[in-house]
């Protein structure tokens, strides 16, 4: 006679030796995640690695864009500033003055607007306008187009949104004329990269090409300067503003109350210069103020300082 209830018995057998109990899929479940944990710090270090590199280029591609305005003219540019005609077409097609009001100084600041072809001291636009022929945007340059943004002057690590037309905050009331400008990460040295009519040459940077600073990241704070605030952030094309040039003493990273006059970034405790001679460091966001404050300074007399961090 035929034994079912041993076949029902193999049957199970083989069932229970090909599943997995609730144990296992949970030790399973533990060590993926365990991987993971250990994998996504490595990835997010990867491409932090990778964005920082593209800035170091950014950097030095500006670097060398200012060595190449010195070597057309002479002179390294200036950050431009108001003239009697820095006027633009609004969306309307009247023309107007670009302006910020701080309500915090109770101050109307005029701004510079970019003439193409003005020499190096009647050039209201900032520096950043002035190299753009040199990083391969002379049609932009050329045109006015004010709200193309070039790669150049972002940092990866940022994540900018798109610029805005502006909208007035509680920092201030803005008159953009209904556009958006584009905007840059990259902040000249306000001891070198002066005000209009006033431009610097190599000579004059007696502490030495590669002892002084010639552009770095700007201090940010997304909650403050959001892409429709011109506060502290005023764009490329304008001349004047303390938003492409910076002179304070201070590293911080992004989101820092202290953006004001400061430089800063979004990498992981280091900021990015580039020298005048071209050549890009990146500088600990703990080095002391009378260290950076060497760095900066033109025609002070200093010892080079780039590794007194």
């Not at 296992?24 to 250990?38: A, P």
């Not at 940077?205 to 002084?212: A, E, M, Q, R, Y």
């Not at 429709?228 to 989101?255: A, K, N, Q």
Request: glycine share 10%; net charge negative.
């Amino acid at each position: 006679m035929y034994d079912f209830s041993s076949e029902v018995t193999k049957t199970m057998s083989r069932n229970q030796r090909h599943g997995i109990t609730l144990l296992e899929l949970l030790v399973v479940i533990s060590i993926v995640g365990i991987l993971v944990g250990m994998l996504l710090p490595a990835v997010q270090q990867a491409r932090e690695a990778a964005r920082r590199t593209q800035c170091t280029n950014n950097l030095k591609q500006l670097g060398l864009a200012l060595h190449n305005h010195e070597s057309v003219h002479r002179c390294f540019p200036g950050n431009g500033g108001y003239t009697e005609d820095s006027r633009i077409r609004d969306t309307a097609g009247n023309e107007i003055e670009i302006t910020t009001f701080d309500f915090s100084e109770a101050i109307l600041y005029k701004w510079g607007i970019g003439k193409p072809g003005a020499r190096p001291q009647d050039q209201p636009g900032s520096w950043a306008f002035a190299v753009l022929p040199f990083i391969e945007y002379s049609n932009a340059y050329r045109q006015l187009a004010i709200e193309l943004q070039p790669a150049t002057f972002l940092c990866p690590s940022r994540s900018r949104g798109q610029s805005e037309p502006t909208a007035d905050d509680f920092h201030g009331s803005y008159q953009s004329g209904g556009w958006a400008w584009s905007k840059t990460d990259y902040a000249g040295n306000k001891l070198a990269i002066l005000q209009l009519p006033r431009v610097i040459r190599s000579a004059e940077i007696i502490d030495g090409l590669s002892n002084t600073i010639a552009l770095g990241e700007k201090a940010f704070n997304s909650n403050d300067q959001p892409p429709s605030s011109w506060y502290w952030d005023e764009p490329i094309f304008s001349g004047g503003s303390d938003s492409t040039v910076r002179d304070g003493l201070s590293l911080v990273h992004d989101g820092s109350p202290d953006f004001r006059k400061n430089w800063g970034s979004a990498h992981g405790g280091a900021t990015g210069f580039v020298a005048f001679d071209g050549a890009v460091h990146w500088i600990s966001n703990s080095i002391d103020q009378m260290t950076l404050s060497a760095l900066l300074t033109p025609a002070s007399g200093e010892p080079d300082n780039w590794n007194a961090q």
